[in-house]
C-alpha cells in the first residue's frame, strides 16, 4: 500500500515562510504528477501546486503564484512546497497527492490516485 506523508506545517506569522515535504512510504509506485492541494475550513478542496516528477515541469494556482515553489529531490524521494509571503487566508489543511497518468488535468484533485493525510498550516494576521 502506498502512504504519502507530508510534514513541515506549523503556525506562522502573516508575511513568515514555512517549507512543506512529503515522501511515500510503503511499496514503490509509479507516478508522473505530484501535487499539492489545500482545504480551509468550510471551503472545498483547492488545487495549490503540480510539478512532473521526471522532468519537473511545475504548475500553480493564482492565488500562491509568485509566492510558492514546487520543487522534488527525485534522490530523496520527496516533494516540496515552498511558502513564502505568508497570508491568513493560506491557512488550511495541505495535502499532498501522486498520479501515475500522463493525461490528468492538473488541478483537479480527482485526478489524483495517492493522497496523505495532511499537514495543518495556520497563519496569524
Known amino acids: 500500500q502506498v502512504q504519502l506523508v507530508e510534514s513541515g506545517g506549523g503556525l506562522v506569522q502573516a508575511g513568515g515562510s514555512l517549507r512543506l515535504s512529503c515522501a511515500p512510504s510503503?511499496?514503490?509506485?509509479?507516478?508522473?504528477?505530484m501535487g499539492w492541494f489545500r482545504q480551509a475550513p468550510g471551503k472545498e478542496r483547492e488545487f495549490v501546486a503540480a510539478?512532473?516528477?521526471?522532468?519537473?515541469?511545475?504548475y500553480y494556482a493564482d492565488s500562491v503564484k509568485g509566492r510558492f515553489t514546487i520543487s522534488r529531490d527525485i534522490a530523496k524521494n520527496t516533494v516540496y512546497l515552498q511558502m513564502n509571503s505568508l497570508k491568513p487566508e493560506d491557512t488550511a489543511v495541505y495535502y499532498c497527492?501522486?498520479?501515475?497518468?500522463?493525461?490528468?488535468?492538473?488541478?483537479?484533485?480527482?485526478?489524483?490516485?495517492?493522497w496523505g493525510q495532511g499537514t495543518q498550516v495556520t497563519v496569524s494576521s
Open positions: 510539478i512532473t516528477w521526471r522532468l519537473g515541469y511545475t
Open positions: 510503503g511499496r514503490a509506485f509509479s507516478r508522473y504528477y
Open positions: 497527492a501522486a498520479s501515475p497518468r500522463t493525461d490528468i488535468v492538473v488541478f483537479t484533485g480527482s485526478a489524483y490516485e495517492y
